[in-house]
């Protein structure tokens, strides 16, 4: 048996995965998913330019499904435009943060001038020199970077992609046909057995809850496509998509491989292999068989994967929403035994970040489902009455509750790949979308001297008092007498 080696979490019989061999040789083709494509437009101007570059070395082996094709001309046109948008803005916006930030610097002199702070002309000349100089670092900094043409122009007024997917679909390998209508109910009836079954068959059905018609089954039915393409040609095939979700991915060894189900429904329809990757994994396997070079800012980007981003947020997102968890009383916990009271603080006793999965991609937002697995404790109350007296509310004894179970927490990132390659640890907004916390222990903390269905307290000797003990006049039966 061949020893596996591992080249940057892929392998193919111990050998280097060489795509320029696996295309001339070993009868591969390259399948790539509609984000691959859209996603140019997303990255920064350098690694576009990048992925450009790539993408047309493997033109002429590329083949693309009838509905990526379809999926890419009704997105293009709007991702293109605001790819142009958010270019055109980088300048503006970079020189709007410093303006501001010049602002409140140079406010900061005039408090301490109100306050009679002495030489306070001479920090507001120096601030203002080393503000200068700030100005000239941020305009140098855009002047030496080789995207900088790029940024001003984007690719004058052409859309490069859209030009590369009319070679793709007009090179030497022909794209796959249309579905027909016969396919599409055979394969959407498929599609319901499979989503529904325990547990779900993938890919697809991470979108049967978000999507609605046909396009729930859009995945399965580019699934289907590359199958029964395969399976005509008797081609091997290399799969492309930055779909992340689980129901393409799974895990083994800490590592994210395609779903062994996947690989044995190809290699049992077809008789042939098939190798999946995301679109950096993509660039880089072909940056290595055609020496193709990567600036620095390409390199960064290859290294900012979603998983390292969201292991070194999770701790901040969780603390974002918990006070949000603390005080939503019984809203997240499902339990039968909390008082009418209800809880009016909860203790979060552990937690523990289990996955994240990014559900949308709309160019300028990703939007993520952070998972964590909790353990909180409260403590509730029933209402007994009030005191004849104080007016005050009467409790009963607390009673202790212990919950565990699962929050879903929505993280919403802004895109800005060509600014922020580095700082790439923020995050908009972090929200809880859904709880399901089951009670696990509930007892009574018992009082000392507790009574049952006491319902005021003597005066006298701070007992409880029920029907039983009660000695009239607001005493308990030992002390009325004393009155």
């Known amino acids: 048996m061949l ?12 050998e280097m995965l060489d795509i320029k061999k696996m295309v001339n040789e070993d009868g591969y083709i390259v399948i790539c998913d509609t984000n691959v494509l859209l996603n140019i437009y997303r990255v920064s101007p350098d690694f576009s330019d990048f992925a450009l570059k790539c993408m047309n070395e493997m033109k002429n082996y590329i083949v693309l499904p009838a509905t990526v094709i379809l999926e890419y001309k009704r997105h293009y046109r709007k991702v293109f435009g605001n790819m142009r948008k958010r270019v055109q803005q980088v300048n503006a916006s970079t020189e709007g943060h410093i303006n501001v930030a010049k602002k409140k610097i140079m406010n900061s002199c005039n408090l301490l001038e109100g306050l009679h702070y002495p ?14 100089e700030l100005d000239k ?8 970077r080789s995207a900088w043409d790029f940024v001003a122009n984007f690719w004058g007024t052409d859309d490069c992609v859209y030009a590369l997917f009319e070679e793709i679909i007009g090179n030497n390998y022909e794209c ?55 399976k005509e040609k008797g081609l091997n095939v290399f799969f492309v998509t930055d779909d992340q979700k689980i129901d393409w991915w799974s895990e083994s060894d800490g590592k994210k491989i395609f779903h062994p189900k996947l690989i044995e429904e190809f290699t049992n329809e077809t008789g042939k292999e098939i190798i999946a990757v995301g679109s950096s994994e993509f660039y880089n396997c072909i940056s290595d068989a055609y020496s193709i070079e990567q600036t620095s800012a390409v390199e960064m980007a290859l290294k900012m994967t979603a998983e390292g981003y969201c292991e070194r947020i999770s701790d901040e997102v969780f603390c974002k929403v918990q006070f949000d968890l603390i005080y939503s009383g019984d809203y997240y916990v499902d339990s039968d035994n909390i008082g009418t009271e209800g809880i009016e603080e909860l203790e979060i006793e552990s937690y523990s970040f289990l996955e994240a999965e990014q559900i949308e991609n709309d160019g300028n937002y990703i939007n993520y489902i952070f998972e964590y697995e909790v353990v909180l404790s409260g403590t509730s109350y029933d209402y007994w009455g009030r005191d004849e007296d104080t007016r005050e509310i009467i409790t009963s004894p607390g009673r202790q509750h212990e919950f565990e179970g699962i929050v879903q927490i929505e993280v919403v990132r802004e ?69």
Request: overall charge negative.
């Open 415 to 483: 895109i800005d790949n060509y600014l922020d390659f580095e700082n790439d640890s923020d995050f908009e907004s972090a929200t809880i979308v859904e709880a399901k916390i089951e009670e696990t222990k509930c007892e009574d903390l018992l009082e000392e001297n507790y009574l049952e269905d006491a319902y005021n307290t003597c005066p006298h000797c701070g007992g409880q008092i029920n029907h039983e003990n009660d000695g009239g006049n607001g005493f308990c039966s030992k002390c009325a007498s004393l009155y």
């Open 119 to 132: 030489d306070v002309e001479e920090l507001r000349d120096g601030l203002e020199e080393q503000l200068e």
């Open 3 to 14: 020893k596996r080696k591992r080249i940057r979490g892929y392998y193919m019989n111990g």
């Open 137 to 144: 670092y941020i305009k140098d900094f855009f002047e030496d």
């Open 176 to 230: 796959m046909s249309e579905v027909s209508q016969e396919e599409m109910y055979l394969w959407c009836e498929e599609g319901m057995k499979r989503y529904s079954a325990v547990p779900p068959i993938p890919p697809g059905y991470k979108d049967a809850k978000k999507k609605d018609g046909i396009r729930k089954y859009s995945d399965l039915i580019l699934w289907k496509e590359t199958v029964k393409y395969a």
